[in-house]
Nanobody, 121 residues
Framework: QVQLVESGGGLVEPGGSLRLSCAASGSIFSTYAMRWYRQVSGEQRELVAAITSARSTNYADSVKGRFTISRDNAKNTVYLQMNSLKPEDTAVYYC???????????????WGQGTQVTVSS
């Protein structure tokens, strides 16, 4: 009923920038918190950044001052601007959203398929 599609990943050199996008579509009544997670193979998925519908944000300590999360409520889209990228930022980045479904008015937690970000020279 709800699909999250990420885009914007790729290969970038250390110090470079990337912008990730995640668009939610389907039978959406309302979108609440939206988040970006990342996961390195063999490790636990970690929260990178989150933003509420009122645009209150929080970040992992490791990305504060380098990453910026934002959203366009009209488009049900969340963005992650990543600057000053480091090799340790290399991971698969996943979008997550708390969504109320139009047909049932039930809230659920939805995930995108992930997009690879590789920081390497």
């Amino acid at each position: 009923q709800v699909q999250l599609v990420e885009s914007g990943g790729g290969l970038v050199e250390p110090g470079g920038s990337l912008r990730l996008s995640c668009a939610a579509s389907g039978s959406i009544f309302s979108t609440y918190a939206m988040r970006w997670y990342r996961q390195v193979s063999g490790e636990q998925r970690e929260l990178v950044a989150a933003i509420t519908s009122a645009r209150s944000t929080n970040y992992a300590d490791s990305v504060k001052g380098r990453f910026t999360i934002s959203r366009d409520n009209a488009k049900n889209t969340v963005y992650l601007q990543m600057n000053s990228l480091k090799p340790e930022d290399t991971a698969v980045y996943y979008c997550n959203a708390d969504v109320k479904i139009r047909t049932t008015l039930l809230r659920g937690d939805y995930w995108g398929q992930g997009t690879q970000v590789t920081v390497s020279s």
